[in-house]
């Protein structure tokens, strides 16, 4: 077969520096590149052209193994390198990160994602991994089972069977004890104990906002029951509901804001029971109730001054006995006069 690439003799070339032969003429600095050490088993030029491939008889040329580490791709990859560096801080500059960055190509390739073998024990190509890797040997572990969460404790809060109004007592009584149970919601949780715990570990980095809610979380629900029982969850009672949950929320907030510097003792308020001005019994087995209460706080002796004290209140209640329990089932009504 006739040879494609004859070596034709050639004139020396004249240059100022020495000329670096394949065959292993190597100045001293190259000779300390071990990947480039000439052995005696490195070919010359003219002997790597005169081999031939066994199947094809064509002359190829021979590279030696040695010489891989100067050949023009480490070059290039050396300035791929640099240009995704350079494409790495300039999309960072710009607020974010690509990544998937293919080298000669500025379109993503979409490349096969290997699954996982249909059977354990079939191998994976070279060079993948399965999507799921499975050990036959390590059986899976059942899932945890989540852990309550501990209830947070307000110190001093009744039980629901112990605010709930019992019927078989006097219209009065029964007034008495609506007047208590709406003014007891108002200071749930005001007490010197639950404002040292509001810096304890498990508080000290709430606010104190967020900590009077998460009071008020807690005791809200139990104050809404005894009062309205069923129709607590009754669209028709949401506004009078989410108005008391937010007088019980400011009257928290004032009484932890007055403890020590300038107040004499901290914030509280109440509505005591005057008079029951009158209860009429309806057809219906409800009553209307009509009843006079007063405003009693210290704002006088801390930054809460105006805070009412003294102020008449006139309110309408309609009760009905609900499951063997006094509930209001009509939104209160409250007149100041």
């Not at 020495?18 to 050490?37: A, E, F």
């Not at 399965?130 to 572990?141: F, K, Q, R, T, Y």
């Not at 300038?262 to 001005?277: D, G, H, I, R």
């Not at 704002?299 to 209140?313: H, K």
């Amino acid at each position: 077969m006739e040879n494609k690439f004859p070596i034709e003799p050639t004139a020396p070339i004249e240059t100022k520096e020495p000329v670096v032969l394949h065959s292993g003429q190597l100045d001293g600095s190259l000779m300390d590149l071990p990947s480039v050490r000439p052995t005696e088993a490195t070919p010359s030029l003219q002997e790597a052209w005169d081999e031939k491939d066994p199947i094809t008889e064509e002359h190829v040329m021979k590279v030696p193994e040695n010489a891989a580490a100067i050949t023009p791709e480490k070059k290039s990859r050396k300035r791929l390198l640099v240009t995704l560096t350079a494409s790495a801080a300039t999309l960072l500059a710009a607020g974010g990160l690509y990544l998937g960055l293919n080298s000669g190509n500025d379109t993503p390739k979409s490349e096969p994602v290997a699954e996982a073998p249909a059977n354990p024990g079939e191998e994976v190509p070279f060079g993948e991994e399965p999507a799921n890797p499975v050990d036959p040997e390590v059986s899976p572990e059942e899932p945890a089972t989540p852990e309550t969460p501990a209830t947070f404790e307000v110190a001093g809060l009744p039980t629901l069977a112990e605010l709930e109004i019992n019927p078989n007592q006097s219209d009065e009584q029964v007034a008495q004890s609506l007047v208590k149970l709406s003014s007891d919601w108002s200071m749930a949780g005001a007490s010197k104990e639950m404002y040292d715990l509001q810096f304890a570990p498990d508080n000290e980095y709430l606010s104190l906002e967020d900590y009077v809610t998460k009071i008020t979380d807690a005791t809200d629900p139990i104050y809404v029951q005894a009062i309205y029982g069923e129709n607590a969850t009754n669209p028709q009672f949401a506004d009078a509901i989410a108005l008391q949950k937010e007088q019980h929320r400011q009257v928290l907030m004032a009484h932890f804001q007055t403890y020590g510097n300038q107040n004499t003792a901290p914030y509280y308020q109440k509505e005591n029971f005057s008079q029951l001005q009158e209860a009429i019994k309806n057809g219906d087995g409800t009553t209307t109730m009509f009843v006079t209460m007063i405003r009693e706080d210290n704002g006088a002796d801390n930054i809460v001054e105006g805070s009412g004290n003294g102020n008449i209140t006139r309110a309408t209640y309609l009760t009905a006995e609900v499951d063997g329990k006094i509930k209001l089932v009509q939104p209160p009504a409250y007149v100041l006069q």
